[in-house]
């Protein structure tokens, strides 16, 4: 699964900002300037985190209901989604060499006709892996 919605509990700061928490989830945590810069910043730290927590293969927690969560004067809850496969792919996009086998006929085919290997490779895990 790549798709979550965690609660966020928003706290108003004096300066217009908003401290945000992600109570089911250890460490996760951000802020922003004002609500559009926090929505964001929320949405990044989320995607971080579950990531963080797939790659480690760690039992990624349930999100707690809103109605659930203890609430001090002044804050709110606000569900923020991420898609971890979208923050992969923007931020893990180093290349890795592959060594693979061919028929020696194929490579000799696919070279004349200018074949870029590694896009095509890519094209294909792709569409094997339904990603596209």
């Known amino acids: 699964m790549s798709r979550y919605a965690y609660p966020a509990i928003f706290t108003p700061e004096k300066d217009g900002g908003y401290s945000i928490v992600f109570p089911d989830l250890e460490g996760c945590y951000t802020c922003g300037d004002d609500m559009a810069e926090g929505l964001m910043m929320a949405e990044d730290v989320l995607a971080l985190i579950l990531y963080g927590y797939e ?25 923020i989604a ?51």
Request: one cysteine or more; charged letters at 25%.
């Open 55 to 79: 790659s480690d293969g760690r039992p990624i927690p349930s999100p707690s209901a809103a109605k659930d969560l203890p609430l001090q004067k002044g804050e709110f809850v606000n569900y």
């Open 82 to 132: 991420c898609d971890t496969l979208r923050y992969r792919k923007m931020h893990n996009n180093k290349a890795v060499k592959k060594t693979l086998t061919i028929p020696e006929w194929l490579n000799e085919a696919a070279s004349e006709a200018g074949i870029n290997f590694s896009q095509v490779l890519q094209d294909a895990l792709k569409t094997q892996l339904h990603l596209v």
